[in-house]
Nanobody
Framework: QVQLVESGGGLVQPGGSLRLVCTVSGSTSSIVAMGWYRQAPGKERELVAQTTRGGNTNYADSVKGRFTILRDYNQNTMYLQMNSLKSEDTAVYYC??????????????WGQGTQVTVSS
């Protein structure tokens, strides 16, 4: 019933920029939060940025001032603008949608991921 698809990843040089896009198919009215996570080889998945239905945003300390998250409620999309990219940002980036616990869709839904590689 719910499908998330990421796009926009690729290879970029240090200091460059990328814009990731997450498109949500299915019901979106009960989403309470959406976010971007990333997972580097050999490491655990970590939160990069999150936006809630109430308009709050949360960023990992390592990306503050460089990344910006934005959700477009009309188009059912979410963006992650990544600037001043570093090699440490290299990872697979995943889109996440968290559904309200009171609904049948309760829980977290994930996209397949998009690869971001920062290298010279």
């Amino acid at each position: 019933q719910v499908q998330l698809v990421e796009s926009g990843g690729g290879l970029v040089q240090p200091g460059g920029s990328l814009r990731l896009v997450c498109t949500v198919s299915g019901s979106t009215s009960s989403i309470v939060a959406m976010g971007w996570y990333r997972q580097a080889p050999g490491k655990e998945r970590e939160l990069v940025a999150q936006t809630t239905r109430g308009g709050n945003t949360n960023y990992a300390d390592s990306v503050k001032g460089r990344f910006t998250i934005l959700r477009d409620y009309n188009q059912n999309t979410m963006y992650l603008q990544m600037n001043s990219l570093k090699s440490e940002d290299t990872a697979v980036y995943y889109c996440n949608a968290r559904y309200e616990a009171t609904t049948v869709l309760r829980g977290d839904y994930w996209g397949q991921g998009t690869q971001v590689t920062v290298s010279s």
